[in-house]
């Protein structure tokens, strides 16, 4: 019985601190968020955390976003897994009777047709799932071409069509599509400790007292349960400040000029609640030239996108020697940034790199390359041909998929040249902005070696590593041009392989 209290304690301060994350974004500066709801009143269904925005934010669809309604899901451990039957199963949500789709389905009812709803849990989606294929890696909404691809109910998208179909006792696929379009599920989401820390990184940034890291408590948890209980669950901006003063939250100073110019480069929209970080006329938005993660059909790569990238850059040059760099943007476009903004440039860059534990600014001088390891090289030889490959696994393993592509079609590549780091690949590998410049480094080093005795060589890069480490290694362009630089096809739904995208002379 205690075990059940503590559990249901810790699911309680979960929602809430989903909430704050959410509720801190009302401060930011060029914030689009202007309403955050704690146990809204409405619509029943997907109503622990809402989020309202004014303008309305894009995403990966053509409509923009105005509400965001959240279902919150909190469990005592993280083993647990889920497919697209538990979406129709009661008790995978605690329910009596009602299922997360059913749920859905009244939500969908009184909701503004503009709403996304979300499913956040902090299990993860199993292994060989159709969900797992339905699940967008752009902003983690569900992929409505693939769930409704024309095939029939005994394929294997079928199968999910029908049981979703019949449990919800709809007449066809028209009617099932109106209900789950606009489904996010965000799954393996942040442990109660990772969202504590992200809560007080935002208090700071916003000017809030954060809570000190010993305390055994974390006094927000207890603060959104009082705001329901005196009905003020709903907050804007100036209740938001009103409710912090009130509470000695607020801190009150005059606020340093920040010598770096925040500049941000978006090639797509991942699935933060919202879009802070740079003004709008530091934002190059290239979203209408993609469709998710893929190009527009008629776009290119070196055509369409290169120049737009090249002048925002320089541009901003212009304007500031110092620049801090927000890349939600292929890493093709980062590797180009790197280039334009490259080691004899004379600017100071600091770079905005998101994980799990929120975003942290990476600089090459952070101190980080101590904690970190180098990569461990393998050179394979594939041919005759003069031109080299290489495969850069850090945050995924990329080897594999570089030398299938290099098989089919690269037959000018005689040489795969495969780093990798000890510990394997993993989405904390590199330990920050100076453990990125060196890990670079090594890499631009290796290929200079290789290629010094034929400097016609091309170098083919296949890379599955952070932003911030492809900027760095496009720093060194001079020393591995002339190369081209590759994009995977992360959420599979096109080709399932390497692109090219920039060649760089």
């Not at 290629?451 to 591995?480: C, E, K, M, R």
Request: with cysteine.
């Amino acid at each position: 019985m205690a075990d059940a209290v503590v559990a249901r304690w810790h699911g309680d301060n979960y929602q809430a601190r989903v909430f704050w994350e959410n509720a801190f974004n009302l401060l930011m500066p060029h914030s689009c968020v202007v309403e955050v709801a704690f146990e809204a009143d409405g619509p029943k269904a997907f109503d622990d955390v809402v989020v309202r925005y004014d303008p309305p934010v894009a995403r990966s669809g053509p409509q923009r976003i105005s509400a965001e309604y959240h279902q919150v899901k909190w469990h005592v451990q993280t083993g647990g897994r889920f497919g697209y039957e538990d979406f129709t199963d009661p008790d995978f949500i605690g329910a009596q009777s009602v299922s997360l789709l059913e749920r859905l389905q009244q939500a969908r009812r009184t909701a503004p047709a503009s709403a996304h709803f979300t499913f956040l849990t902090t299990y993860r989606i199993k292994d060989g799932d159709p969900l797992a294929e339905l699940v967008s890696g752009h902003d983690r909404t569900l992929l409505i071409e693939r769930l409704f691809d024309g095939t029939t109910d005994r394929s294997r998208m079928g199968k999910v069509r029908k049981r979703w179909r019949e449990h919800l006792r709809l007449a066809n696929d028209d009617e099932l599509r109106a209900v789950v379009c606009g489904l996010r599920v965000l799954d393996g989401y942040r442990s109660l400790e990772e969202l504590r820390a992200e809560i007080n990184l935002k208090a700071q940034v916003v000017g809030v007292l954060a809570c000190n890291a010993a305390n055994s408590d974390f006094r927000f948890d207890e603060l959104a349960r009082q705001l329901k209980v005196r009905q003020l669950s709903a907050l804007n901006r100036e209740l938001l400040l009103q409710l912090c003063r009130e509470e000695g939250l607020l801190v009150e100073r005059t606020p340093e000029p920040d010598p770096f110019l925040p500049i941000a480069i978006r090639s797509f929209l991942g699935p933060s609640a919202d879009i802070v970080g740079a003004a709008p006329e530091d934002t190059l938005l290239l979203t209408d030239d993609f469709r998710q993660r893929y190009l527009q059909d008629g776009r290119e790569w070196q055509r369409d996108i290169r120049p737009k990238v090249e002048s925002f850059l320089r541009a901003a040059v212009k304007r500031s020697s110092k620049l801090r760099l927000i890349l939600d943007a292929h890493a093709s476009i980062a590797f180009l940034a790197g280039a334009v903004l490259d080691l004899k440039s004379g600017l100071e860059t600091q770079l905005v790199q998101k994980g799990r534990v929120g975003a942290r600014t990476w600089r090459a001088d952070d101190g980080s390359a101590a904690n970190g390891a180098r990569f461990e090289v393998a050179e394979e030889q594939l041919g005759g041909g003069q031109d080299v490959a290489l495969a850069i696994s850090v945050s995924q393993p990329a080897a594999a998929q570089a030398r299938s592509y290099v098989a089919a079609q690269l037959p000018d590549v005689g040489k795969l040249i495969s780093f990798a780091l000890p510990s394997g690949p993993g989405q904390q590998s590199v330990a920050g902005g100076e453990h990125a410049a060196a890990l670079a480094e090594q890499v631009s080093n290796h290929v200079r070696t290789v290629t010094a005795d034929d400097p016609d060589a091309v170098v083919h890069i296949f890379a599955a590593a952070p932003n911030s480490l492809l900027f760095y290694l496009g720093q060194h362009h001079q020393a591995i041009a002339p190369c081209i630089v590759y994009e995977f096809d992360f959420d599979r739904r096109a080709h399932k392989t390497y692109q090219p995208s920039f060649v760089i002379d």
